[in-house]
């Protein structure tokens, strides 16, 4: 007869099981699969030189109405996880991709989106799981002994196959492509009132991430990898944390407005480059569409400053 540990021997997100599983983790499609599938299929093009990773202040600072030679593939609430796991696929798969600008808020380095309770996230880590799925982007792992991986190899020995209905479809695509650019294209900006408001409610939402350390501690060790895999390959990349409204930063715990700026000051080198505008004098109210993210008017001056550094954007 055979005994039983009742002790708890290690604890497995099962959003991260799934991914090491390369598994959807829901069968329900949204407008955010579809963006993300004809953003990804764009990088084939052997003109692209510039790939942009981020989160919403990635999605919104770059319009891909003001891009040339550049793909933007962020997402709302993307992490660094995934950020790894895309940076690594796009390594090995377009290498013709020159240029990573990763765009990155304050409280980046203190969040996994895995770990995130919100609806919303949950949607957006559903539609992450179907591109990943769909396009075979594997978990990223260092040896054998990554435990999602060998336990995702235990439960399933041979990976699912993901035909998901209109991933392939480009008129679907485009349909939802042009639907989206209409938002991303928006010049709207709330009153300066408002903007102060909501910045400072993002701010304090944003600061409630600082007392993940453990989170913290495994994105460094992350960006480490990122940036390693980069330098091997001698691709030139840009850590970039955007222009914020005033209101916003101002009302930033200390301690993780702090904390970014040292450890991303560590990365200027020959390849890698921390460019911090998020306090850049030069934007004003109407360049922002709400209390942290950039409208068109707002994105085009970004895009502009950093074509000034030689970025092919």
């Given at each position: 007869?055979?005994?039983?540990?009742?002790?708890?021997?290690?604890?497995?997100?099962?959003?991260?099981?799934?991914?090491?599983?390369?598994?959807?983790?829901?069968?329900?499609?949204?407008?955010?699969?579809y963006?993300?599938?004809?953003?990804?299929?764009?990088?084939?093009?052997?003109?692209?030189?510039?790939?942009?990773?981020?989160?919403?202040?990635?999605?919104?600072?770059?319009p891909?109405?003001?891009?040339?030679?550049?793909?933007?593939?962020?997402?709302?609430?993307?992490?660094?996880?995934?950020?790894?796991?895309?940076?690594?696929?796009?390594?090995?798969?377009?290498?013709?991709?020159?240029n990573?600008?990763?765009?990155?808020?304050?409280?980046?380095?203190?969040?996994?989106?895995?770990?995130?309770?919100?609806?919303?996230?949950?949607?957006?880590?559903?539609?992450?799981?179907q591109?990943?799925?769909h396009?075979?982007?594997?978990?990223?792992?260092?040896?054998?002994?990554?435990?999602?991986?060998?336990?995702?190899?235990?439960?399933?020995?041979?990976?699912?196959?993901?035909?998901?209905?209109?991933?392939?479809?480009?008129?679907?695509?485009?349909?939802?492509?042009?639907?989206?650019?209409?938002?991303?294209?928006?010049?709207?900006?709330?009153?300066?009132?408002?903007?102060?408001?909501?910045?400072?409610?993002?701010?304090v939402?944003?600061?409630?991430?600082?007392?993940?350390?453990?989170t913290?501690?495994?994105?460094?060790?992350?960006?480490?990898?990122?940036?390693?895999?980069?330098?091997?390959?001698?691709?030139?990349?840009?850590?970039?944390?955007?222009?914020?409204?005033?209101?916003?930063?101002?009302?930033?715990?200390?301690?993780?407005?702090?904390?970014?700026?040292?450890f991303?000051?560590?990365?200027?080198?020959?390849?890698?480059?921390?460019?911090?505008?998020?306090?850049?004098?030069d934007?004003?109210?109407?360049?922002?569409?709400?209390?942290?993210?950039?409208?068109?008017?707002?994105?085009?001056?970004?895009?502009?400053?950093?074509?000034?550094?030689?970025?092919?954007?």
């Amino acid at each position: 007869m055979r005994a039983v540990n009742e002790r708890i021997i290690s604890k497995i997100s099962i959003y991260d099981l799934f991914n090491a599983s390369s598994t959807p983790t829901s069968d329900v499609t949204n407008n955010y699969d579809y963006y993300l599938s004809r953003q990804f299929k764009s990088l084939e093009n052997q003109e692209v030189k510039t790939v942009i990773i981020g989160n919403s202040y990635g999605l919104y600072g770059f319009p891909n109405a003001q891009l040339e030679h550049s793909v933007n593939i962020s997402m709302h609430s993307l992490s660094i996880k995934q950020i790894q796991q895309l940076t690594e696929h796009i390594l090995t798969h377009y290498p013709h991709i020159d240029n990573f600008v990763f765009c990155l808020g304050f409280f980046d380095l203190y969040f996994d989106l895995f770990a995130s309770n919100d609806s919303f996230n949950r949607n957006i880590i559903n539609a992450i799981s179907q591109l990943t799925c769909h396009h075979d982007i594997k978990y990223v792992s260092d040896s054998e002994t990554d435990g999602p991986l060998v336990f995702s190899r235990l439960a399933m020995q041979v990976a699912p196959l993901c035909e998901i209905a209109g991933m392939n479809d480009q008129d679907s695509l485009n349909t939802i492509y042009d639907s989206t650019q209409r938002l991303l294209n928006s010049t709207d900006s709330i009153d300066v009132r408002q903007q102060n408001i909501i910045a400072k409610q993002r701010a304090v939402l944003h600061s409630n991430s600082v007392k993940h350390q453990r989170t913290f501690d495994e994105n460094q060790l992350r960006i480490g990898k990122i940036t390693l895999a980069l330098d091997l390959s001698g691709k030139k990349h840009f850590w970039l944390t955007p222009p914020f409204p005033a209101a916003y930063v101002n009302n930033l715990d200390t301690k993780m407005v702090l904390s970014h700026r040292q450890f991303f000051a560590k990365y200027n080198t020959e390849n890698s480059i921390f460019i911090d505008l998020s306090e850049a004098d030069d934007y004003q109210q109407q360049d922002f569409r709400d209390g942290d993210h950039l409208n068109l008017i707002g994105a085009s001056k970004l895009v502009a400053r950093l074509r000034k550094l030689n970025i092919p954007l």
